[in-house]
């Protein structure tokens, strides 16, 4: 019996893909190659679909019965705030369309266990130390309203077929598990002050008058590695037992700042990683750390990965790469 991975040609997904492989598992990757690569799936079969495409349903029942699927790990979204900003209806299109795609057609074939790749963006700006899965949703914009969304329809889908599911709330996602499955989209912080040094410019900081210790923006970094092991251990929760709707932090509880991060950036590099402060950007909350109790306690999983082990392993799968500094 197989798992699924929507999205498992990606970043975050290929490092699940990778880690299911190397336990034996059979795996279909289920991607649209819009940012992923064939390349970083290994021995798992890729079916390339567009899950919020025409046909889409009975495309994604048929490969299911082909290959018995017992479990989907839906992780295939679309992710880029300022995208989503700009063409909401898109991605409300993207992001739950293709959620809605994958619950029909799980309940048409009847697989049961369902882990959902959702965001820390479902929070918008709380204000509180900790984040808790208790903490109120209140997103700040389109991407964050669908993630939020994808949690009610797997909550219903739960109350209403007995689906066993599960919704990992992702905070800032970083590193590479392996040299060859480093971050290639240049949209999170690390990878922009990789790509700013690869091409001769300063990071930017975007607003240094924040209150926090050092004016910089706080965040919760989670080395992908850890990320990934957090959808083994929630399938494995999964499979034990009958299970209601469940949602979960994966975070390490604590915080970083830019400044911290270009910090550690320059001691891996060497370079010299001196900042233009630029002007804040709409909709940053000052700090957004998880609190990773409850995953801790229900999952038995914990973040292996400080800030340290982050940033060294991104610059290792940077200089991997064929951008090289």
């Given amino acids: 019996m197989s798992v699924i991975v929507t999205g498992g040609a990606g970043y975050i997904g290929a490092h699940v893909v990778r880690l299911l492989l190397e336990r034996g598992e059979d795996v279909v990757v289920v991607d649209d190659l819009s940012t992923g690569r064939d390349d970083r799936i290994g021995e798992a079969t890729l079916v ?58 799980m309940e048409g074939v009847g697989v049961d266990r369902f882990i959902f790749s959702s965001s820390a963006a479902v929070y918008g700006m709380p204000d509180v130390e900790l984040v808790t899965e208790d903490t109120t949703p209140q997103p700040i914009n389109p991407y964050g309203e669908t993630k939020l969304v994808g949690e009610w329809m797997a909550a219903d889908a739960a109350r209403a077929s007995g689906l066993r599911s599960a919704s990992l709330r992702y905070f800032n996602v970083a590193g590479a598990g392996w040299p060859d499955l480093g971050d290639p989209a240049v949209l999170n912080l690390v990878p922009m002050v990789l790509d700013r040094l690869a091409t001769g410019r300063r990071p930017a900081i975007f607003g240094d008058d924040y209150p926090t210790p050092d004016g910089t923006c706080v965040r919760d970094y989670i080395h992908v590695l850890d990320l990934a092991h957090a959808h083994l251990a929630a399938l494995d929760y999964l499979e034990q037992d009958r299970r209601e ?71 290792e799968a940077w200089q991997a790469g064929p951008r090289r500094i």
């Fill in 48 to 105: 390339e679909l567009d899950l919020a495409g025409a046909g889409a349903q009975d495309a994604l029942e048929r490969v299911m019965k082909e290959r018995e699927a017992r479990a989907v790990i839906h992780i295939a979204a679309r992710k880029q705030v300022g995208e989503s900003v700009a063409r909401p209806a898109w991605y409300y299109q993207q992001n739950v369309g293709g959620m809605a795609t994958v619950l029909a057609a």
């Fill in 245 to 315: 709707h469940a949602v979960f932090n994966v975070g390490t509880g604590t915080g970083a700042s830019v400044r911290e991060v270009l910090d550690e950036i320059g001691r891996a590099s060497g370079l010299d990683v001196t900042p233009d402060v630029e002007a804040r950007r709409p909709g940053d909350p000052p700090r957004l750390v998880a609190s990773s109790e409850r995953i801790e306690q229900v999952l038995g999983w914990k973040a292996e990965h400080g800030l340290n082990d982050i940033i060294a392993s991104a610059w």
